[in-house]
């Protein structure tokens, strides 16, 4: 064999090679993407990534009767604190959208706009509103109060 007939020989084992590497390589990616595909179909994301937890407060900070109002993003939250627990509401007046505020002495929630009235659980009183106030999960762990609020929630 010349020089020659053996530079190409090697020349056409090291092409030979190459392209078996590539192709292995393009299988084997593809197989991993498949896979993977398969796992996110069959495990989807968990539940808690579609919440965000907001921290509201130590527990004993908000006594049984009293209110804290909280701002999400530019929006104001109200935890109220009921005999039976927490609850956490919208402070968006589902009438047109102003900004209700929270009455301790008369343990209400009042919106400025048309005078609609709501009870400490949200519900109407009185006023033009279609319904009551938005209310959100809340979490007590250990001493601490948190919201939980989907995170493509409409009112925040
Ligand atoms: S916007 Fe609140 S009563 Fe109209």
């Known amino acids: 064999m010349s020089d020659h007939e053996e530079k190409a020989t090697r020349t056409s084992r090291r092409y030979f090679l190459a ?3 590539v192709a292995v390589g393009g299988i084997l990616l593809t ?3 498949v896979l993977r595909s398969g796992f996110l179909f069959l495990f989807p994301k968990s539940r808690e990534r ?3 937890k907001y921290l ?3 527990a004993k900070d908000i006594p049984v009767g009293k209110a804290k109002e909280i701002s999400i993003g530019n929006k104001p939250v109200f935890v109220t604190h009921l005999p039976e627990g927490f609850r956490v509401f919208s402070g968006v007046c589902p009438h047109l959208g102003c900004i209700v505020k929270w009455k301790e002495r008369e343990n209400q929630f009042y919106c400025p706009c048309h005078k609609a009235v709501f009870d400490n659980d949200g519900t ?3 006023g033009p509103s279609p319904r009551p106030l938005d209310e959100f999960e809340v979490l007590v762990e250990g001493s601490l109060v ?3 609020i989907r995170k493509r929630e409409p009112v925040i």
């Open 146 to 148: 948190f919201v939980h």
């Open 19 to 21: 392209s078996g590497f």
């Open 124 to 126: 109407v009183l009185a």
């Open 50 to 52: 579609e919440y965000t």
């Open 31 to 33: 197989g991993l993407f």
């Open 56 to 58: 509201v407060g130590k």
